[in-house]
């Protein structure tokens, strides 16, 4: 079955503590990328990737590091983590269409809170 | 540097009864259109999407969207929802040269028996 998987689905963490969120995709896409979403403000971009070792900032990508290292896996880092990056994240991939006609597919989200 | 505007936060409509979704968009370029949905609790799925060709695309559980270029639209329609078309739904573009997609702020839909 084609899918994107996050892991975990939940997560609770303190302030500073570094974390780490896993993004695996079983459809060979070049495309990956990491959004957060807060009510009322949609989803925006944090970093993005079009191949393996090349990456690239979004719209918020403040606080956040990616490593693309292998195809299928996109990694999303908080080195120190905020209170402020309490959202739910979602990672998204999509093959290169050239530009912007691909569907891009969604993993289930990863709901952090930082206190 | 696009942007999407969706106009209701929230729409509450009853069962069997019509719905219209509102998405206007910004771009200096041509577009490609896209309609997620997101179920709770789940991550979000493609509904329906326009690339080219007729204006006016549909899905397979009776959603359509109508791309008017002139109003820089892309507006979500259904005649007669149901309970399970509760949902949150997305509006996004992504423009032709680009691969990023660039959503709205979502509309919540919650039909009432």
């Known amino acids: 079955e084609a899918q994107v998987t996050q892991n975990p689905r939940y997560l609770i963490t303190v302030t500073g503590k570094k974390l780490t969120v896993t993004c695996s995709q079983n459809?060979?896409?070049?495309?990956m990328s990491w959004y957060r979403q807060d009510p009322g403000l949609g989803l925006r971009q944090i970093y993005y990737?079009?191949?393996?070792?090349?990456?690239d900032k979004g719209d918020v990508p403040e606080g956040y590091k990616v490593s693309r290292k292998e195809k299928r896996n996109f990694p999303l880092i908080l080195e120190s983590p905020s209170p402020n990056q309490t959202s739910l994240y979602f990672c998204?991939?999509?093959?290169?269409?050239?530009?912007?006609?691909?569907?891009?597919?969604f993993g289930q989200g990863t709901r952090l809170t930082v206190v | 540097a696009q942007s999407v505007t969706q106009l209701d936060s929230q729409v509450p409509v009853f069962e069997e009864a019509p719905v219209e979704l509102r998405c206007n968009y910004s771009s200096s370029v041509s577009v490609y259109l896209f309609w997620y949905v997101q179920y709770p609790n789940q991550g979000l799925q493609l509904l329906l999407k326009?690339?080219?060709?007729?204006?006016l695309v549909e899905s397979i559980n009776g959603f359509e969207a109508e791309f008017n270029k002139s109003q820089t639209s892309f507006h979500l329609r259904k005649p007669s929802v149901h309970i399970s078309d509760t949902a949150e739904y997305f509006c996004a573009v992504s423009e032709q040269g680009a691969q990023k997609l660039v959503f709205g702020q979502g509309t919540r839909l919650t039909i009432n028996p």
């Open positions: 998204a991939s999509s093959f290169w269409s050239g530009g912007g006609s691909a569907e891009a597919f």
């Open positions: 326009y690339l080219s060709g007729s204006t």
């Open positions: 990737s079009m191949n393996v070792e090349v990456t």
């Open positions: 459809m060979n896409h070049e495309y």
